[in-house]
């Protein structure tokens, strides 16, 4: 898994009608975009340092400015 700054994260609900989580990765720690990621997530606001699991997807910055262009 890579990621960039500014990327989000998003990770599946483990039980039927659990919501996902997603969040902004502020930082990378790990060589070359690999994990930890200082990540700050949409729900709560707080910021935590995330080992992503099998569960997890990158959306890249680049997708997500385009998702907020369209919606304009």
Do not use: C, N
Not at 10 to 33: F, N, P, S
Not at 66 to 72: K, L, N, Q, R, V
Request: net charge negative; proline share 6%.
């Amino acid at each position: 898994m890579h990621a960039s700054v500014g990327d989000e994260i998003i990770i599946a609900g483990h039980v039927v009608g659990e919501a996902k989580r997603v969040g902004l990765i502020v930082e990378v720690r790990g060589d070359d975009g690999s994990p930890p990621y200082r990540v700050r997530w949409d729900d709560s606001g707080r910021t935590t340092l995330l080992f992503p699991g099998y569960d997890a997807a990158i959306k890249p910055l680049t997708e997500v400015d385009t998702d907020e262009e369209s919606a304009s």
